[in-house]
C-alpha cells in the first residue's frame, strides 16, 4: 500500500478523495465499495464509522448511518472486514468517525486495530486537538496511526499554523460554515489566503462537493477535494455498484491532465 | 469540602469540555472569552434582575408544604418555581441567554426542546426582546406535546420538526447544532439544560443558581436557618437541579439529592436514569455520562415525562454522583404519578410530571422531625393533563 503522503504528492494538487459509510448500503457493502474504489482514478478513500448522533454531518450522511446501524454494523465488524481485504488495496485508506465510537472501544485498542487493519491515518471531528495530544497520541504514535484535522475558512491563522504542525498528511479545508453535503458557495478569497499560508501540508477540500467544477475548483485552488454526500447519495440508488462508481469517479476525473 | 468548581477548559473533574466540530470553533470560543464579563457587568446585571422580577415573577415563593411535613415527619418546603411566567424554572436561563445574544450582536436564536417548556419560554425571551427565533423539536414530540407547540408558534417562532435518529430530544438537540453551525456568523444556540460543549454547562449553571440562592435567603427569614439538611430537584438534563443545589454545594450540612427518571424501571430497556445505567462517553460536545450500546452507539431514553427523556446529563451532575457529593435515586413513572396524586391531593399543586420525580424521593427518605426539606417544584403540570387524565 502506498503511503497517503506518497499518493497525495504523486497527484500534483490533484486529489480526489471519496468518503463513503461502513456498512452501507449493506452491512457487507465495505470491502466491496473499497475494492471497486481501488481500480478507479480516486487517490485515496475516507471510511465513516456510522454513529447514532453525526454533529457534523447532514441528512445524507445521517442516513447512511442509520441504515448501516440498522444493518448491524460495529467498529469491531469495520476492522475485520478491513483486515479481510487489505492485501488487496493498494491506495491508502483513513477512517473518520466520531469521539464516543472510539472511546467505546478504549483508545489503546482502538490505535492498535488501525494498525492491523492497514489504517494509518484518522479524522476525528470533536476530539479537540489538545486533548489528542495528551491522551491519544502515545498510543497513536506506537501504532504508526496520525491524525488529520479539520479546518475552516473562518479558522485563525495562529490555529491553522498550530494544526499544521502536528499534522502530517494533509489539512482537511471544510469548504464553508456548513455541514455536510449543503451546497455552500466555496469561499475562494478565505481559501487562497489559507494557501498563501505556506503549509507544510497539502489541503484538501471538503463537504459540499459534488461535481467536476468544484473537483476543478479545489485542486485549482489546493491540492484536491473530497467527495461524501454527492457519492453515497449515487450508491444509495445503485442496483450494480461495480459499474456505478466506476462511472460516478469518470465523472468527476476523468484522466488526470488537469495541471495546476 | 466538596469541590465542583470548573477549570478553564470547562471541566468539572474528568467531564465537561468542548468536544465540538471545528465548525463551532469559533462561536463556542467566542462564547468562552465573552460569557463571564458580559455576565457580569452592570447592564447586564440590572437588566436581567429588572426582567426576572417585572416579567418573570421573581423570587418565586418558599412555600412549608404543613400537609408534606405531617405526612413525612419532616419540615418540608416546596421552592415554587411553577409560579414563574411560562410555567417552568426554564424562563430563568433563556432570558439570561437571550439577553447575553443581543449583548454579542447576534439577531437569531435557535433552540431545542423536548417537551416544549424551553422552546416556549426561548421564544418568549425572543418575542420580548426583538430576536428571530427556531426552535427544533422531534417529531414524536411534536405529536404528544400539541399545546405547547401552538404557543411556541403563537409567539413567533417558527418550529421545525426533527425527523432524524428517533424523532425525540437527543435529535432536536443534534439538529440544533447543526442549525449552528449552517448559521454560525449572526445566531447563538440556547441551549436549554446544563448539557453541550464548554461554556454551556456552567452558563446555564449560574443563569438557574438565582433558584438556590432564593431558597437560602428565604430559608433563613422563615426558619431562621440558611442552610437546609436536604435539596431533592428532578434531573433530565439537570437545570433546575443545578440552579436549586449550586448555593448549597459547599455547604457541609446539605445532602444533595436528585430524582433522574427510571421510566419503567431500570432493568426494562425503557428508562432514563442515565447515571444508573449509563456510562462514560462524549455527547452533544460535554464528556459525561450517557446511555450507550457497547458499540458506543447512543440510545434512546424512555420516560413518561418529556423533559426528562434525554439519554445524557450535564457534566456538574457526573461529577458530583462520581464524587459522591450529591445522591441520585431513580423514580418510576408508577412513583412519578403516585406523587403527584399526592401533591395535588394535600396541597392542591398539579406538578409537571418532572417535578413530581422529585417528590416520589420523600417516600423513600428516614427524615428525623427536625430535617429541614426544599423540594424544587420546577414547573406546573398544565402541559401533563392528558397524562394525569388518563393515570390519576
Known amino acids: 500500500m502506498r503511503t497517503l503522503q506518497k499518493a497525495i504528492r ?29 481500480d478507479t482514478e480516486v487517490n485515496f478513500i475516507e471510511i465513516g464509522i456510522p454513529f447514532s448522533d453525526p454533529l457534523a454531518d447532514g441528512p445524507v450522511i445521517q442516513h447512511s448511518s442509520t441504515v448501516a446501524l440498522h444493518n448491524g454494523m460495529t467498529l469491531e465488524l469495520l476492522f475485520s472486514q478491513l483486515k479481510a481485504v487489505k492485501g488487496k488495496i493498494t491506495k491508502p485508506y483513513l477512517l473518520m468517525g466520531y469521539l464516543n465510537s472510539l472511546l467505546a472501544m478504549g483508545i489503546e485498542a482502538f490505535y492498535s486495530k488501525c494498525f492491523e487493519s492497514g489504517v494509518r491515518h484518522i479524522i476525528i471531528p470533536d476530539l479537540p486537538i489538545k486533548e489528542y495530544l495528551k491522551e491519544h497520541k502515545p498510543f497513536a504514535d506506537k501504532s504508526g496511526v496520525s491524525p488529520v484535522f479539520l479546518i475552516t475558512p473562518s479558522t485563525s491563522e495562529k490555529r491553522i499554523h498550530e494544526i499544521d504542525g502536528i499534522s502530517n498528511a494533509f489539512i482537511y479545508l471544510v469548504s ?16 487562497i489566503n489559507i494557501t498563501a499560508m505556506k503549509l507544510k501540508n497539502p489541503v484538501i477540500i471538503g463537504f459540499g462537493i459534488n461535481s467536476r467544477v468544484d473537483y476543478l475548483q479545489a485542486c485549482a485552488l489546493a491540492d484536491g477535494a473530497i467527495i461524501g454526500s454527492a457519492f453515497i447519495s449515487n450508491i444509495s440508488q445503485s442496483k450494480n455498484l461495480k459499474s456505478d462508481i466506476p462511472q460516478f469517479i469518470n465523472k468527476i476525473k476523468t484522466i488526470n491532465l488537469i495541471g495546476k | 469540602m466538596k469541590t465542583y468548581t470548573q477549570t478553564s477548559d470547562g471541566y468539572y473533574g474528568k467531564f465537561g469540555g468542548a468536544y465540538i466540530p471545528e465548525l463551532l470553533f469559533n462561536n463556542v470560543d467566542e462564547l468562552q472569552k465573552n460569557y463571564k464579563r458580559i455576565i457580569a457587568s452592570a447592564v447586564f446585571q440590572k437588566q436581567l434582575k429588572s426582567l426576572l422580577k417585572d416579567y418573570v415573577g421573581r423570587p418565586t415563593p418558599l412555600y412549608f408544604s404543613a400537609a408534606l411535613s405531617e405526612r413525612y415527619k419532616a419540615r418540608i418546603f416546596l421552592k415554587r418555581e411553577d409560579l414563574n411566567h411560562t410555567g417552568a424554572h426554564k424562563i430563568n436561563n433563556a432570558l439570561g441567554q437571550a439577553l447575553l445574544a443581543k449583548m454579542m450582536g447576534k439577531q437569531k436564536i435557535v433552540a431545542e426542546t423536548g417537551a416544549g417548556q424551553h422552546g416556549v419560554a426561548t421564544a418568549t425571551a425572543c418575542t420580548l426582546l426583538g430576536l428571530s427565533c427556531v426552535v427544533f423539536m422531534g417529531e414524536t414530540d411534536i405529536a404528544r406535546q400539541a399545546p405547547n407547540v401552538a404557543r411556541m408558534k403563537m409567539l413567533g417562532a417558527t418550529v421545525i420538526p426533527s425527523v432524524s ?14 442549525y449552528w453551525i449552517n448559521h454560525a456568523a449572526d445566531t447563538h444556540y ?19 443558581s438565582v433558584i438556590s440562592k432564593e431558597i437560602k435567603r428565604q430559608l433563613l427569614k422563615q426558619t ?18 443545578a440552579g436549586a443545589f449550586y448555593h448549597f454545594l459547599k455547604s457541609k450540612k446539605t445532602k444533595l439529592i436528585g430524582a433522574e427518571a427510571a421510566g419503567k424501571g431500570i432493568d426494562s430497556h425503557e428508562t432514563a436514569a442515565t447515571l444508573t445505567i449509563g456510562s462514560v462517553g462524549i455527547i452533544h460536545g460535554s464528556k459525561t455520562y450517557l446511555m450507550q450500546n457497547k458499540d458506543g452507539q447512543i ?4 420516560s413518561i415525562s418529556a423533559g426528562l427523556d434525554y439519554p445524557g446529563i450535564g457534566p456538574l451532575h457526573a461529577h458530583l454522583h462520581e464524587t459522591k457529593q450529591a445522591s441520585y435515586l431513580a423514580i418510576t413513572d408508577d412513583e412519578a404519578l403516585k406523587a403527584a396524586k399526592e ?13 413530581a420525580h422529585a417528590f416520589a424521593v420523600l417516600p423513600k427518605m428516614k427524615f428525623k422531625p427536625t430535617d429541614i426539606v426544599v423540594i424544587n417544584l420546577s414547573g406546573r403540570g398544565d402541559k401533563d393533563m392528558d397524562t394525569y387524565l388518563k393515570y390519576l
Open chain 1, 10 to 38: 504523486e497527484n500534483n494538487h490533484n486529489n480526489l478523495s471519496v468518503f463513503f459509510t461502513a456498512g452501507f448500503p449493506r452491512i457487507d457493502s465495505t470491502g466491496e465499495i473499497l475494492s471497486i474504489l481501488n
Open chain 1, 176 to 191: 464553508g460554515n456548513t455541514t455536510t453535503g449543503n451546497q455552500s458557495e466555496m469561499q475562494t478569497g478565505s481559501i
Open chain 2, 165 to 178: 435518529g428517533t424523532k425525540t430530544l437527543k435529535d432536536a438537540t443534534n439538529d440544533a447544532i447543526r
Open chain 2, 190 to 208: 440556547i441551549i436549554g439544560s446544563v448539557v453541550g460543549p464548554h461554556p454551556y454547562p456552567d452558563m446555564v449553571t449560574h443563569f438557574q
Open chain 2, 224 to 241: 431562621g436557618e440558611a442552610e437546609p439538611d436536604y435539596v431533592i430537584a428532578c434531573v433530565g438534563g439537570g437545570s433546575n437541579a
Open chain 2, 299 to 302: 440510545t434512546e431514553p424512555y
Open chain 2, 343 to 355: 401533591l395535588i391531593k394535600l396541597d392542591g399543586i398539579i406538578p409537571a410530571l418532572e417535578s
